[in-house]
């Protein structure tokens, strides 16, 4: 299967921590994007990050990709409860696009 | 319309009937992706039209499942004699016509069939 694998699962923190979330995939990649998704419904896009390009930021949000480990990370820095929700990593291989399971993050106040 | 819209946004339906589920890129976009999530799990590819090229069925689950996209724009999903298995939400996301751009979603149809 080319799907990809998030990890973790699941993470709960307290609001104001740092929530990092790592995905990997199996392919050569054109770009990796990370979604939001909120109760099951649409997914929003956040960032995307291409094959050439090693860190990108958008607000609070950072994304890592190390092609040679075929990895990515997002970090969400002062998180809020606003920012519970699924993550989603997505990779373009040929051309559909290739989603990992999610990480299901949980902001505590 | 500034997103993409899908139709009906929730369906109940009976074993055995057929549904049709609608969605509406974003104008102008010529990729056009179909995905289903099963409750609590990740996004299934489904089927993914690109312009005029032949479209990618190779993750519809069955012969029951089918998808055409009229003049490159509205996308229908038929899925005949449905079964309680096929209950999920199904995804709909549109793509500019480039490799390096995000794709945007809908807000799904959530099927249950019963």
């Known amino acids: 299967s080319q799907q990809g694998e998030e990890d973790p699962q699941a993470l709960s923190i307290q609001e104001g921590e740092n929530a990092t979330m790592n995905c990997s995939y199996k392919t050569s990649i054109n770009n990796l994007q990370w979604y939001r998704q909120n109760s099951g419904r649409g997914l929003v896009h956040l960032i995307l990050?291409?094959?050439?390009?090693r860190e990108k930021h958008s607000g609070r949000l950072r994304v890592t990709l190390d092609t040679s480990k075929k990895s990515s990370s997002l970090l969400i820095t002062a998180s809020r409860a606003a920012d519970t929700a699924s993550y989603f990593c997505v990779y373009q291989g040929a051309q559909k696009l290739v989603f990992g399971q999610g990480t299901r993050l949980t902001i505590n106040p | 319309g500034a997103g993409v819209s899908q139709s009906p946004s929730n369906k109940v339906t009976e074993k055995g009937k057929d549904v049709e589920l609608r969605c509406d890129p974003i104008?102008?976009?010529?990729?056009l992706y179909w995905y289903r999530q099963s409750l609590g799990q990740g996004l299934e590819f489904l089927i993914y039209?690109?312009?005029?090229?032949?479209?990618?069925k190779s993750g519809l689950p069955s012969d029951r499942f089918s998808a055409e996209r009229t003049g490159g724009s509205v996308s229908t999903l038929t899925i005949q004699r449905t079964q309680q298995e096929d209950s999920a939400v199904y995804l709909c996301?549109?793509?500019?016509?480039?490799?390096?751009?995000?794709?945007?979603f809908g807000q799904g149809t959530r099927l249950t069939v019963v």
């Open positions: 996301a549109s793509r500019p016509d480039s490799t390096g751009l995000a794709a945007f």
């Open positions: 039209f690109q312009g005029n090229s032949a479209p990618d």
């Open positions: 990050i291409r094959s050439n390009e």
């Open positions: 104008s102008g976009h010529t990729a």
